[in-house]
Nanobody, 124 residues
Framework: QVQLVESGGGLVQAGGSLRLSCAAS????????MGWFRQAPGTEREFVAA????????DYADSVKGRFTISRDNAKNTLYLRMNSLVLEDTAVYYC?????????????????WGQGTQVTVSS
């Protein structure tokens, strides 16, 4: 069992940057592959990025490639999402999630554990 708590969201102007963090407690996060998802009002939760437990493998949604970077520090039990060149369409609640296997990492319902989310709002 692992508990996840996101932080770092907020209001930022278009073109700006934010870094989200996801702190894990309970079982060490190093056992899990991790992902970031986001959900805007009236839309389904969508995949943003994923990282394998070792950090060697990563995957990104096309919409964020080249702008977002996922990373992790297993010693600190923390997952990160660095977001640069933010655009209005990045506005959403961002969730971190954990799963046991490096398969179907872009599929939300394949993740076993979820945080409560942190709001990111990009203004013009």
């Amino acid at each position: 069992q692992v508990q996840l708590v996101e932080s770092g969201g907020g209001l930022v102007q278009a073109g700006g940057s934010l870094r989200l963090s996801c702190a894990a407690s309970g079982r060490t996060v190093g056992y899990y592959h991790m992902g970031w998802f986001r959900q805007a009002p009236g839309t389904e939760r969508e995949f943003v990025a994923a990282i394998s437990y070792s950090g060697v493998n990563t995957d990104y949604a096309d919409s964020v490639k080249g702008r977002f970077t996922i990373s992790r520090d297993n010693a600190k039990n923390t997952l990160y999402l660095r977001m640069n060149s933010l655009v209005l369409e990045d506005t959403a609640v961002y969730y971190c999630a954990a799963k046991n296997r490096w398969t179907q990492v872009t599929t939300a319902f394949r993740y076993n554990y979820w945080g409560q989310g942190t709001q990111v709002t990009v203004s013009s």
